[in-house]
């Protein structure tokens, strides 16, 4: 045995549970201190993909709040049913209304304390939540869409004006890096919302459907023609806004339109 390295590793594991101890983490969600990690857990096969990348900024009892997208869900909206029992089938309002994007995929459902950390990187911008924040997202995209499926990804655009109000568009950081990491051409401005919009929130369909009416327009043609694109946006709510933008890629030739979204309401 190498006693010098297992001296360095005590050392190291022996000052790391001192900073733990002098300074814990303080939950994003509740606020309350606590000691990351998951007590013996130790092997990451174990834990799921929230655990990894949310375990630093959650508590035990915030991240057990949250709850993955799983199935049995609609195959087309990825709606998680609260039942879970049986296979993948379409929900009440893909079936009455069919999307006209090809299909949609959320990391998380978007309720608690996963709720709380995106308000707190869009509203707050704490900007630390991308790097948890892409790592699921990109988890995500892996394991629901083969590779070489999708040619562009394209972020939900923000107006003009939120954006300089905000500082960043929430969806264009969670993907910032995939270029690098897969090779995936990202392009934030191939969709431009050509006019101001109400929020979404505490709208109902009809009048969301009205709100974003004429709201979004592609700036390039020639750059969607034929590609199979990704929409990529923070939250999923009736689906609406995916439309809207999914439309409008589509009129401008692109071959598929497919969304991925941090979470989805239930």
């Known amino acids: 045995m190498n006693h010098g390295v297992a001296g360095r590793a005590y050392l190291k594991r022996f000052y790391r549970a001192l900073l733990?101890?002098?300074?814990?983490?303080?939950?994003?969600?509740?606020?309350?201190?606590?000691?990351?990690?998951?007590?013996?857990?130790?092997?990451?096969?174990?834990?799921?993909?929230?655990?990894?990348?949310?375990?630093?900024?959650?508590?035990?009892?915030?991240?057990?709040?949250c709850r993955p997208i799983k199935s049995p869900m609609c195959p087309v909206c990825g709606l998680m049913f609260e039942s879970r029992q049986g296979d993948d089938h379409l929900c009440?309002?893909?079936?009455?209304h069919v999307p006209v994007f090809g299909k949609a995929r959320a990391c998380g459902v978007y309720e608690k304390s996963f709720r709380s950390l995106i308000h707190l990187l869009k509203y707050r911008s704490r900007m630390q939540l991308v790097r948890p924040f892409s790592e699921l997202l990109l988890d995500t995209f892996q394991r629901h869409w083969a590779e070489n499926e999708v040619d562009l990804a394209v972020p939900v655009?923000?107006?003009?004006?939120?954006?300089?109000?905000?500082?960043?568009?929430?969806?264009?950081?969670?993907?910032?890096?995939?270029?690098?990491?897969?090779?995936?051409?990202?392009?934030?401005?191939?969709?431009?919302?050509?006019?101001?919009?109400?929020?979404?929130?505490?709208?109902?369909?009809?009048?969301?459907l009205e709100n974003l009416k004429g709201a979004f327009a592609v700036r390039n043609v020639n750059r969607i023609s034929g590609k199979r694109v990704l929409l990529i946006d923070d939250v999923y709510t009736t689906g609406t806004t995916a439309d809207a933008?999914?439309?409008?890629?589509?009129?401008?030739?692109?071959?598929?339109?497919?969304?991925?979204?941090?979470?989805?309401?239930?």
């Open 20 to 65: 733990d101890a002098i300074f814990p983490a303080k939950c994003l969600a509740c606020g309350s201190f606590f000691r990351p990690g998951l007590p013996g857990v130790q092997d990451l096969s174990k834990r799921n993909r929230f655990e990894i990348s949310l375990g630093g900024y959650l508590c035990a009892s915030c991240l057990a709040a």
């Open 92 to 96: 009440g309002p893909c079936i009455s």
């Open 157 to 208: 655009p923000l107006h003009s004006k939120r954006l300089r109000q905000r500082g960043f568009n929430q969806a264009f950081v969670l993907v910032r890096t995939w270029k690098r990491q897969l090779g995936l051409d990202i392009d934030e401005s191939a969709l431009k919302r050509v006019r101001m919009t109400a929020p979404q929130t505490g709208l109902g369909k009809k009048s969301r």
């Open 245 to 266: 933008c999914a439309g409008a890629l589509l009129k401008a030739g692109a071959g598929r339109v497919d969304v991925l979204t941090l979470a989805r309401t239930p």
